[in-house]
Every structure is written in structure tokens, then in C-alpha cells.
């Protein structure tokens, strides 16, 4: 996790796994992945290998079943550098306390690093000749970003390899990196880093600091600890985006009891520093998604974990309604908008009335977005769902496709979600996000969504995952009123909805002490 300053626990149905306190570290425990239970700081700034904070890092199962913890650390002199952590008694199931060794830092930092540059060690691997690899962002001097690839014997040795996993100077200083492997294209179970997938596809995801985004690509990673791109530009920000909105330093871990990976993501906040600063907490985790690797082998698919679901109680179904043209608006009636579950499937009978779509409005889906918003009238489209909406509509986010036409008869499919009337206030950060969604609409003619709503955080799955854009959102009238949500429609032409479930959420347990 990233330091974020202030507490990031937040007191809604929310957090999850290790966290960042300021600048030590804490830890919350789940059977589920959805109720959590808070736990004392596993770790706190009290070396001098980490006295000026203990920030992110990863877990990682030693052959006997022993967890270890490699972290960063800020030391007495402000550099940043990688330290292990053990269990007191890995007995524990809680695994309560936990023990730093004196030989601490077992990664100094490297001499072409600059002191603030160099952070982030990823869950640690054995290729097949028996070596712990691990990997490690660094940022040089000469604006290069790197990832590097550290191999022990031990874990407790370690050595540089020669070769980075990645390096460009294009994006400037990448962090929290990624790499696991997946499955072959539409398998929807998980792989472990283990010697036998050293064969399989794997995924590079990394963040970078200059766009706040988190981008992944497919490739090879083989023996010498390099990264083979599969067709991508070393600019890792052209590469595919786990999510299109308020989305940052994601890491995966592999669920070996449902044979599943789990991608974990932050949002931080979106108001004023003063508002979360009086509330005692900032920043929450996006509810955590299984992703796997699509049917045609270009992308990851995500959906939210199914264990939400039993978090799921009074439900309302609809099926066959129609959206008609204009700005129609359907409410869903008997589903309170502030903690809610909502699947639809629109049906785009006509594709007749697509708007042309020039190629250079391919490049920027956010910008498209906040020229064709869902007050903007087209042809098909915009067509989607408005929630945490007030009574007279004047607050609301909006959540939306729009189908265009482009190179000759061919469509593409836009997806936005709107935050410019989320709320009245001026001091909150309200922009439009974006994505195309690469779905086949001419052969379906038909779009799915999916929209979780947990007071200020909008997640929402277009196209049965293929695209997410998560929002934090701060609608004044949810102080005082109820929340609404509506289907609307305006485009020219009608649009159908097959079908359409919404659910209620109860809130999840969280932040309860375990003793």
C-alpha cells in the first residue's frame, strides 16, 4: 500500500488486507473477503532500517509454510530500502506479532537509485533453479523508471540481476509492481507463482506515478528474469487499464482454496484534505475482483468476488421494459441507493442512428466522455443508470454507454461514468471517466453492466468486465434525503432491457477488534 498520510481505515464496508497507518503498518483479518476484523500493527517505525516509516510491501509463503514479509523502509538517513519481517510464532493464526531481524535492510538501496526512489518489493517467486526472485521499482536519475529483479538462496542474500523486468524513461518512476501468470484464454481459475507456470502467459501490471493509473500487459517472462512484450509498447502507458476511473496501486494475490487470483486496488479520496482530516480516515479498498484472462486472449476480465453477494437482501427484478428515446427516465423502485448491487442487460435493438466516431476521439475515451456526457442527446445513446440521485435529479451520477460508428460499418461501444453533478459542492474533484468496451454490440446488440454502490464509491463492470471504472462520490443530499436510482435513454432510438436485478446491501462488519 501506498503511505497516504492520514489513517486509511475507513468505517464503511470497505477495507481490506494489510493497510498503511500513517507510516506503520496494520492488519485486518477476513474469512471471507468482505467482514473484517481489526488487528493491533504489525509493524511499527522502530529500527533504524525503517525509522522513518514502514510502508508497502508483500507476503510471501516460505517452503515450510512460514509467512515472510518484505517491506520498505525509511531509514534513519530517508532512504528507502527492503526489510524482511517474520512471524513471533507462525503457529498464530492471527499471526499477531511480528519479528525484524537486526541484519536488517537485506536490500540496501543501490547506488544508481536516488534515496526516495527505490520501493515496493512484489510477492517473491522460485524459478525452476531453486532461487527466490523478487521484484522492486526504482527510479533513476536520469527519469528512467525501472522494475528490478532481486534473486536469493536464502531470502535473506540478495542480488541484482542484471537485466530489469522493465525499464523506459517515457513514464517516469513506475511503482507497486506486479507480475503473475494466468491461465490459457477463458479458463477462469488462477495460477500460482510456482516453477511448473514458468511456461505460462503471465501479466506485468505496474503503477505510475505521473498519471496516478495502473496499467497491465501480456507477455513472457522466462529464465533469465526478462519480460517479452506480447505486440505492446514499452510505454506502459499504452498498455491495457485494470480500471478507467479513481483506481491506484492494485496488487493480486492467488486464492489457493477457490483457485481464483484476487485483485486488490485503492481509491483514495476526492474532497478536501480538511474534510478527510475531520472524518479520521482517508482512502478505502475497491471491493476485491477475481480477473482472468479473456476468451480471446487480448485482456483481463474482472467481476466482483462472490462472496459480495451474501451481503445481498431485498431484491427487485425487472424484465422487458423499455427506454424510450429522449431522456426517458424508468426509476427502480424498492432498492435504497446507498448500498446497492444492480445487474442489467440493455438491448440495442437498432445501430442505425450511431453517431461517426473519428479516430483521433479514440485516444482519449475520458475526454470523449465529458464532450458526449448522458445530458449530451445522440443516436445511440447515451443509455445507463443514475444513482445516489437526489429527489429533483440535481445531484446524481451517472453511469452510461454510448455506440458509435466507426471505420466503415464497424461500432464501437463507449462507456462513462459521469461525476460532474454527483454532488453540489465546488471543492470536490468531479470528472467524467472513460473506456471503450470491447464487446461485439453489431452481432449481441445487446451491453451488460454491473454497479456496486457503498456510499461514495461507485464500481461499476461494463460488458461482463471487459472494462471498470471506479468513482468516489459526495452527493450533499445523502446527509439529509434518500437516494434515488433510474434507467434513462437519451439517444434517438429506443433501448430495451432484457433483464435487470438490483439488490439492497446490508453492510458488511468491519474494524471490529479481535481479541
Avoid at 252 to 266: E, I, M, Q, T
Avoid at 311 to 339: D, H, P, Y
Avoid at 418 to 444: M, N, Q
Wanted: charged share 20%.
Amino acid at each position: 500500500m501506498m503511505d497516504t498520510g492520514p489513517p486509511t481505515i475507513s468505517s464503511r464496508p470497505r477495507t481490506g488486507r494489510t493497510i498503511q497507518m500513517g507510516r506503520c503498518i496494520t492488519r485486518v483479518v477476513s474469512v471471507d473477503l468482505v467482514n473484517w476484523g481489526a488487528l493491533d500493527n504489525a509493524l511499527d517505525p522502530d529500527s533504524p532500517f525503517d525509522a522513518n516509516g514502514c510502508w508497502s510491501g508483500s507476503a510471501t509463503f516460505l517452503p515450510d509454510g512460514t509467512p515472510v514479509m518484505l517491506y520498505t523502509g525509511i531509514d534513519a538517513s530517508n532512504n528507502q530500502v527492503q526489510n524482511l519481517a517474520f512471524p513471533k510464532n507462525a503457529s498464530d493464526p492471527l499471526l499477531r506479532e511480528w519479528i525484524k531481524p537486526t541484519y536488517n535492510p537485506v536490500i540496501p538501496l543501490p547506488a544508481d537509485v536516488p534515496g526516495a526512489s527505490f520501493r515496493d518489493p512484489s510477492t517473491a517467486w522460485r524459478a525452476r533453479d531453486g532461487l527466490w526472485r523478487v521484484a522492486v521499482s526504482a527510479g533513476f536519475k536520469d527519469g528512467t523508471g525501472s522494475t528490478l529483479v532481486y534473486r536469493s538462496k536464502d531470502f535473506r542474500r540478495w542480488e541484482r540481476n542484471a537485466e530489469p523486468l522493465y525499464s523506459s524513461a517515457a513514464a517516469g518512476m513506475v511503482e507497486c509492481p506486479d507480475l503473475f501468470p494466468v491461465a490459457e484464454p477463458g479458463v477462469h481459475h488462477g495460477l500460482d507463482l510456482v516453477p511448473s507456470n514458468v511456461a505460462a502467459r503471465h501479466v506485468l501490471k505496474l503503477s505510475v506515478m505521473n498519471t496516478t493509473q495502473d496499467y497491465y500487459v501480456l507477455g513472457r517472462y522466462d529464465a533469465a528474469d526478462t519480460f517479452a512484450l506480447a505486440g505492446a509498447d514499452n510505454d506502459c502507458r499504452t498498455w491495457n487499464r485494470f480500471d478507467y476511473g479513481h483506481v491506484y496501486a492494485s496488487k493480486s494475490f492467488y486464492d489457493a482454496g477457490k483457485k481464483r487470483r484476487v485483485l486488490w486496488s485503492w481509491a483514495n479520496e476526492s474532497d478536501s484534505v480538511q474534510d478527510y482530516v475531520a472524518r479520521g480516515w482517508a482512502g478505502v479498498q475497491t471491493v476485491p475482483r477475481k480477473i482472468w484472462l479473456d476468451g480471446d486472449g487480448k485482456q483481463l476480465l474482472q467481476w466482483p468476488i462472490e462472496e459480495v453477494e451474501t451481503l445481498r437482501k431485498a431484491r427487485v427484478g425487472l424484465l422487458g421494459a423499455e427506454v424510450n428515446a429522449g431522456g426517458m427516465n424508468v426509476e427502480i423502485i424498492g432498492v435504497a441507493g446507498t448500498q446497492a448491487d444492480v445487474e442489467v442487460v440493455f438491448e440495442v435493438p437498432a445501430l442505425d442512428g450511431a453517431e461517426n466516431l473519428e479516430t483521433n476521439q479514440l485516444l482519449d475515451p475520458q475526454r470523449l466522455c465529458g464532450e458526449k456526457g448522458a445530458s449530451v442527446p445522440g443516436g445511440v445513446g447515451p443509455f445507463g443508470l443514475l444513482v445516489l440521485a437526489s429527489s429533483d435529479l440535481q445531484e446524481h451520477t451517472s453511469v452510461f454507454f454510448r455506440v458509435f460508428r466507426h471505420d466503415g460499418n464497424k461500432h464501437k461501444v463507449l462507456m462513462c461514468t459521469d461525476l460532474t453533478r454527483s454532488t453540489k459542492r465546488a471543492d470536490v474533484y468531479k470528472p467524467p471517466y472513460g473506456g471503450f468496451v470491447d464487446v461485439d454490440v453489431e452481432k449481441d446488440r445487446s451491453i451488460s453492466l454491473r454497479t456496486l454502490i457503498d456510499h461514495s464509491v461507485v464500481e461499476s463492470y461494463g460488458g461482463g468486465g471487459r472494462a471498470v471504472i471506479t468513482a468516489r462520490v459526495y452527493p450533499e443530499h445523502a446527509k439529509t434525503s434518500t437516494n434515488r436510482m433510474l434507467m434513462f435513454n437519451n439517444g434517438t432510438g429506443m433501448v430495451k432491457v432484457s433483464k435487470l436485478d438490483a439488490w439492497e446491501l446490508k453492510a458488511a462488519n468491519v474494524n471490529v477488534p479481535v481479541v
